[in-house]
């Protein structure tokens, strides 16, 4: 059977698509319970989105959670192994709306990558990034950044806590008049202050990005990570949706989590992003797990919000029986149009609100046309 | 075309004469009337004026890709948005103020009345002060004058106010000027528009 995706959902759209791209890379689906335990998520609550979680007591007495997340349970069951597990899900998760207090349940789309992590991997999930964007939105941006770049240069600066979470709100916010301010209250080097400003200003492709952020580079680190992210740009170039690439150094995910390469995607029509993901070596390192891993999600529900079906008819025709018609008759009539290809409706009448290419009347014998849009 | 929410107010029209200082057509919208938008089609730009308090509300969900809000609003309600350019204007203080006289009693819990809970929360805080908020929407000083707080945490621009109701400042929280701020789905895409904007706008707040 043939599917047409100009009638279906977005969001079935968007999960049909990106579970044939996944299995097309070798990434085998991942099932889960519904459930988890309650403290995988307490133990590591500031690597979800929000802390709110649904709980319950099970019939043992244990505390459970309906999984706000699917990364951390699949975190916490992987095994230590040679090569590189690839894994996809679709999964319902339940956590709070964005600025909002009330819980939703919304579908995620994701993969991971656990194991050897290599530039290949590095390379194949950020590609699938792409493939996954443009499977919502042709006309997206895909923003990569490094965590290991930003947090050596903060880091490095020798300041305390509260000074590096107060250097990272203004590298996140792009605030170069706050950074200003700061660096002449905490004594930030002329040096170390030019650096920090070529980080938030950084912009253009990844290659031109990269370029700019060259004249940054203060240490080794920030070095090491610079490079990480030319071999990645080398191996982009060839890639289609390279020009939707962007090198920007504001989006920095949790730095206890996250080490290496990290991304975020945007399309036009929604505000929030619609993909996140990134290298989370440390994640699998506070599981004890000796291996490094790499994902992305897909928000199916933030995509849901902003676009709408795309189709302009509820269906191509409504057939219309008159009364008494013979059954069987009506329904042959009804299978010769959708053997055309068309989507038909029918009843004795169409409702008063929907939307038909076309109505037509069947009297028993013979198709009319009533309406023709 | 670039959608910018303007605070109603004092500070829309003192926006509106920046915009207009680096080239962009105001005169539709400094004309007296209940419209809501207007455009400059010519230079690719879209105003609307809202309630300053939800300015941050129009740009974190993209349909403004800029506006201009105080830095008060956006550390009471810390909006993930870029925070693009000081715009040096609107300029005033958050401060703590109380009655003449008034000696703060270190043995019981601080009654602090305020429009801002969020940055009163956190500047007692860092100060490891436990306080007592009670939240007003307007006309904060009436509640230490009636007795129902100690002290209050409000803007403070002239202190006339506070002058004539027998009040004076206590503490300074923080600075507060107008801010201009960016959406960070639309900066994505309209880069270089609100780039061009912001560099010429930086050439007349300096």
Do not use: W
């Not at chain 1, 923003?143 to 600066?157: P, R, T, W, Y």
């Not at chain 2, 004092?10 to 200082?21: F, I, P, S």
């Not at chain 2, 009654?111 to 940055?119: L, S």
């Not at chain 2, 805080?125 to 509640?143: F, M, P, Q, T």
């Amino acid at each position: 059977m043939e599917i047409e995706l100009n009638s279906m959902r977005k969001e079935d759209e968007v999960s049909l698509v990106l579970g044939n791209l996944f299995e097309s890379y070798g990434y085998k689906k991942y099932l889960m319970s519904r459930f988890e335990e309650y403290s995988l998520y307490m133990e590591n609550k500031d690597f979800l989105i929000s802390d709110k979680i649904i709980t319950f007591t099970d019939a043992g007495g244990k505390l459970m959670a309906l999984k706000p997340d699917v990364t951390l349970s699949i975190v916490k069951n992987a095994k230590a192994e040679k090569g590189v597990r690839k894994l996809y899900y679709i999964e319902n998760v339940y956590r709070p709306a964005r600025n909002s207090p009330e819980f939703r349940e919304s579908e995620q789309i994701g993969l991971e990558a656990i194991g050897d992590i290599d530039g290949y991997t590095v390379y194949e999930v950020t590609r699938l990034a792409l493939s996954a964007l443009a499977a919502v939105d042709k006309n997206f941006i895909l923003d990569i950044s490094h965590v290991g770049f930003v947090s050596a240069l903060i880091e490095g600066l020798g300041l305390d806590y509260e000074a590096n979470e107060e250097i990272y709100g203004y590298v996140t916010g792009k605030n170069l008049h706050g950074l200003r301010a700061a660096a002449a209250r905490l004594g930030i080097s002329d040096v170390a202050l030019a650096a920090l400003e070529t980080l938030t200003s950084v912009s253009g492709t990844l290659s031109e990005g990269i370029e700019k952020a060259r004249k940054a580079v203060m240490n080794d680190g920030m070095r090491v990570a610079l490079e990480e992210l030319a071999t990645l740009d080398k191996a982009l170039r060839s890639a289609a949706y390279y020009d939707n690439v962007r090198l920007d150094f504001s989006f920095v995910n949790d730095t206890g989590y996250y080490n290496g390469i990290i991304f975020t995607g945007f399309t036009p029509a929604v505000p929030r992003p619609v993909l996140s993901g990134g290298r989370y070596d440390k994640l699998m390192k506070k599981f004890a797990k000796d291996a490094g891993a790499i994902g992305f999600a897909v928000y199916v529900d933030e995509i849901v919000s902003y676009y709408s079906r795309k189709a302009e008819f509820d269906q191509d025709v409504f057939l219309e029986y008159a009364e008494g018609a013979d059954i069987s008759a009506v329904a042959a009539a009804a299978d010769a149009i959708r053997a055309e290809g068309k989507s038909v409706s029918v009843g004795s009448a169409p409702l008063a609100d929907g939307k038909y290419r076309k109505i037509m009347r069947f009297d028993g014998e013979k198709l009319t046309e009533v309406k023709n849009a | 075309m670039l959608n910018v929410a303007l605070p109603k107010g004092r500070l829309a029209d003192k926006t509106l004469k920046l915009l207009a200082e680096v080239g962009y057509n105001i005169d539709e919208i400094t004309k007296e009337n209940r419209k809501l938008v207007f455009e400059d089609s010519a230079g690719g730009i879209c105003y609307f004026l809202v309630k300053p308090s939800d300015v941050t509300v129009y740009v974190e969900n993209g349909v403004a890709d800029i506006g201009v809000v105080g830095k008060d609003i956006l550390l009471e309600y810390a909006p993930d948005v870029y925070e693009l350019l000081d715009l040096k204007m609107g300029k005033c203080r958050v401060a703590v103020a109380a009655k003449n006289g008034y000696r703060e009693d270190f043995e019981r819990p601080l009654r602090v009345a305020t429009k801002f809970p969020g940055i009163a929360r956190r500047y007692y805080a860092s100060v490891n002060r436990d306080i007592e908020i009670i939240k007003l929407n307007g006309s904060i000083e009436l509640a230490p004058i009636l007795g129902m707080s100690d002290v209050i945490v409000d803007i403070v621009e002239t202190g006339t106010t506070l002058k004539e109701n027998d009040m004076s400042v206590f503490t300074e929280i923080t600075d507060i000027s107008a801010r201009l701020i960016a959406c960070k789905a639309s900066y994505q895409f309209k880069r270089a528009e609100i780039e061009t904007l912001v560099s010429k706008l930086r050439e007349v707040v300096k």
